[in-house]
């Protein structure tokens, strides 16, 4: 059984920092999407940054384009979210996903139907 389990989250001021991980287990298979989502309070949950884990390419939504960083740790089972420059605007829960649904193609990477296990998210506050 997959299982995803974020940390990281806490408040802090507008301009900080915050790097979220997820530490994943319970699959054998290279060929996989990972996804961070977030969903802010009255809102939709969102796309954030995905990585196709295969082939190390990295997707990120336009709002956190040159703010936000997804990476994979050295055992590939650990991956993170490094968010830069952070406005109040990104506060929200943040959710792991993995998606083993093969390949994807057209931006159906942020289709969230796609993600086949969830982690239970980790709560970001950003402060003006």
């Known amino acids: 059984q997959v299982q995803l389990v974020e940390s990281g989250g806490g408040s802090v001021q507008a301009g900080g920092s915050l790097r979220l991980s997820c530490a994943a287990s319970?699959?054998?298979?290279?060929?996989?999407?990972m996804g961070w989502f977030r969903q802010a309070p009255g809102k939709e949950r969102e796309g954030v940054a995905v990585?196709?884990?295969?082939?190390?390419?990295?997707y990120y939504a336009d709002p956190v384009k040159g703010r936000f960083t997804m990476s994979q740790g050295n055992a590939k089972n650990t991956l993170y979210l490094q968010m830069n420059s952070l406005k109040p605007e990104d506060t929200a829960m943040y959710y792991c996903?993995?998606?083993?649904?093969?390949?994807?193609?057209?931006?159906?990477?942020?289709?969230?139907?796609?993600?086949?296990?969830w982690g239970q998210g980790t709560q970001v506050t950003v402060s003006s």
């Open positions: 996903a993995a998606s083993f649904e093969g390949a994807l193609y057209g931006g159906l990477w942020w289709r969230q139907e796609k993600y086949n296990y």
């Open positions: 319970g699959y054998t298979s290279s060929r996989y999407y």
């Open positions: 990585m196709n884990a295969a082939r190390g390419s990295t």
